[in-house]
């Protein structure tokens, strides 16, 4: 069957280097071109506005995550929370080793009167507190219970005056005060005083003698811990008795000049198991 010549229309196809073609197609199928060209032209100014409206989204929410980052980093600087706790942390490791090297040097004061002096690895003397972390309270109550030993120690080991006055022979030999063309042993320090001045002990512990006792006349000797003993000789008056405990500082009796004597003084000897040694390194802690 044949077209209509109204319901036919010619597209001519212009190219600058060929001959023009006419291509003859129903107008119907050219108005629908034109149709799904609008359409399509539609679509792509659709997209483009979208695309426009997206990016300048885009642009905004970036210079928000922007404006924010800026307030975070100026909140941390305004903020610095951590720096206090780790301080305070600082300062109680700096007290704690303070502490040991006192602790430390107190043993070594301990040793040098020929103590044992304490283990305080467990307190972390030698670092091991590296080894096994220990908390506050575990720490806190190992040095409380190191000092309670300390001050046992301290309270039971001959240390200071018997009394306070100035030393006239120290220990050691020295020609015989009875026979100046021999030379004696004096097996520990006489102090200075009067004839009813006090004597002091020197440490806690126990009376073990308490009467006449030879070239010491009145004597009083005093057992303490680790197997020391102090003597305290050629007394006017003795004020304790054998077997009484005594505490550091009490009255033992009184300066006098009995047995093997040239004057009132006070006789003083350390024994470290029986054996006199030289009380002038429990005279102070400096030595
Ligand atoms: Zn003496």
């Not at 590296?130 to 040095?143: R, V």
């Not at 005056?161 to 009875?178: A, K, Q, V």
Request: hydrophobic share 35%; aromatic share 8%.
């Amino acid at each position: 069957m044949k077209s209509k010549l109204s319901e036919i229309s010619t597209v001519i196809i212009v190219n600058k280097s060929r001959e023009p073609k006419t291509i003859q197609i129903k107008s119907k199928h050219l108005s629908r071109l034109r149709h799904y060209a609008a359409i399509v032209v539609g679509v792509i100014v659709i997209l483009s506005v979208t695309v426009v409206y997206l990016r300048s989204q885009n642009a905004q929410q970036e210079e928000e995550k922007d404006r924010l980052m800026a307030q975070i980093t100026k909140l941390k600087i305004a903020i610095p929370p951590p720096a206090i706790p780790q301080t305070k942390t600082n300062t109680a490791q700096n007290y704690i080793q303070s502490i040991e090297a006192k602790l430390q040097k107190i043993n070594d004061y301990l040793k040098k009167r020929g103590l044992k002096g304490f283990s305080n690895k467990a307190v972390g003397g030698n670092g091991n507190t590296e080894g096994a972390k220990l908390t506050d309270e575990e720490t806190y109550s190992l040095y409380d219970e190191y000092l309670s030993r300390l001050v046992h120690s301290v309270a039971f080991t001959p240390m200071g005056y018997p009394r306070i006055s100035s030393l006239t022979s120290m220990f050691g030999y020295r020609s015989d005060p009875f026979n100046s063309a021999s030379a004696e042993f004096h097996p520990g320090i006489d102090f200075r005083g009067a004839v009813g001045d006090e004597a002091h002990c020197t440490a806690n512990g126990k009376v073990v003698f308490a009467g006449w006792y030879g070239g010491y006349g009145n004597c009083v000797r005093i057992a303490h811990a680790n197997s020391y003993e102090t003597l305290y000789g050629h007394l006017s008056r003795i004020t304790v008795k054998v077997g009484q405990e005594v505490t550091v500082g009490q009255k033992i009796g009184e300066v006098g000049s009995t047995g093997h004597s040239t004057g009132a003084h006070l006789h003083y000897e350390v024994r470290l198991n029986g054996k006199p040694i030289n009380p002038i390194k429990f005279l102070t802690l400096n030595n």
